[in-house]
């Protein structure tokens, strides 16, 4: 059983991310920190907070997190790809949120799970990059970390060259890139290619198998709806943040290579993950390597996303 801490921003894939960690018979989630993003902090946490109440899992800490970028820039949203709360059409309830934990709670479950804590983050990575300048002894005793973030020779989602988390919070997202051990990035370049269609979420949905159930259908086709009006033709909506838990759950899904990934922070390159893909490139011995995920078994992604969200609570 992987014990994670999962820091996202739903949103729709985040919240679909969620689910799939809920129910996924390998995975506890031990905590979520939600915070800006795809949506403002608080409707974020509204989010995982309904999705926690649906599963009757209010038992599991949700922590505060970040409300904008380390720069104290103002944020872009996308209520135009995740609808105006972030459920796609669903509004949850407004005062959905109990007992929101205060931020040094992460460093209290660092403590009691140390050395076996996996921190998954698909959002913006300011709050994780609080935690190392906050905590960073406690950052230690994390056993790796899963990124969902940049985009490597291929176009970016938000600009020619970045991807969204990556260039929501390019500063954070270099820090925790400079400071974290045992780092995977799962990027555009594999989760561009993680499609789920509505046939797979029409099956995924025809028997009400679990309490996501009857969630899963709209807020997937307003996602789906969304993507075609940025990609026309296309069929099916990419599944970003579930591929990151996905190929921690089942690494084979995921093919990769090891490089030192800076990000660009300043001006048109802002948010541009880099590294070298030249022939003969050898690292540096100071050079700290990050397992850049570079290609996708989608059969085995694909199975693995029916099987896991077809479960009940308690498989
Ligand atoms: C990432 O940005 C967000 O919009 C998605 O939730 C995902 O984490 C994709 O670029
Ligand atoms: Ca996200």
Redesign the pocket.
């Known amino acids: 059983m992987k014990k994670i801490l999962l820091f996202?921003?739903?949103?729709?894939?985040?919240s679909l991310?969620i689910m799939y960690a809920l129910l996924h018979p390998n995975l506890e989630v031990v905590g979520i920190v939600s915070s800006y993003?795809?949506v403002p902090q608080e409707k974020a946490t509204n989010n995982a907070a309904y999705l926690l109440k649906l599963a009757g899992r209010e038992d599991i800490p949700l922590i505060g997190g970040a409300k904008g970028p380390l720069s104290g820039e103002i944020t872009v949203y996308?209520p135009e790809?995740?609808g105006p709360e972030g459920l796609g059409p669903i509004r949850p309830p407004e005062t959905i949120v109990g007992e929101l934990l205060n931020y040094d709670r992460v460093f209290d479950i660092i403590e009691k799970y140390k050395g076996e804590l996996t921190i998954v983050d698909?959002?913006r990575n300011t709050s994780l990059a609080i935690a190392f300048i906050l905590g960073e002894e406690h950052m230690k005793k994390v056993k790796e970390y899963f990124i969902?973030?940049g985009a490597f020779l291929v176009p970016g989602?938000?600009t020619p060259v970045a991807?969204?988390?990556f260039h929501?919070d390019p500063i954070a997202a270099n820090l925790v890139l400079s400071k974290a051990k045992n780092v995977t990035i799962v990027p555009?370049n594999v989760?561009n290619e993680a499609i789920v269609t509505s046939e797979v979420v029409d099956y995924i949905t025809q028997v009400p198998f679990n309490p996501f159930t009857s969630l899963i259908q709209p807020i997937f086709e307003f996602y789906a709806d969304a993507y075609l009006e940025l990609v026309p033709g296309m069929n099916g909506a990419?599944m970003?943040?579930v591929l990151?838990l996905s190929a921690l759950t089942k690494p084979e899904v995921l093919q990769y290579i090891e490089r030192p990934v800076t990000v660009q922070i300043l001006e048109d390159t802002r948010g541009q993950s880099v590294t070298d893909f030249r022939p003969g490139w050898e690292p540096e011995p100071t050079d700290l390597l990050h397992h850049v995920a570079l290609e996708l078994d989608y059969q085995l992604f694909i199975h693995d996303f029916v099987d896991v969200m077809t479960k009940s609570l308690n498989e």
């Not at 996202?8 to 985040?14: A, E, K, R």
């Open positions: 996202c921003d739903p949103g729709i894939d985040d991310a993003g795809n996308y790809i995740h698909v959002g969902m973030g989602n938000v991807e969204a988390n929501g555009l989760t990419p970003h943040d990151t």
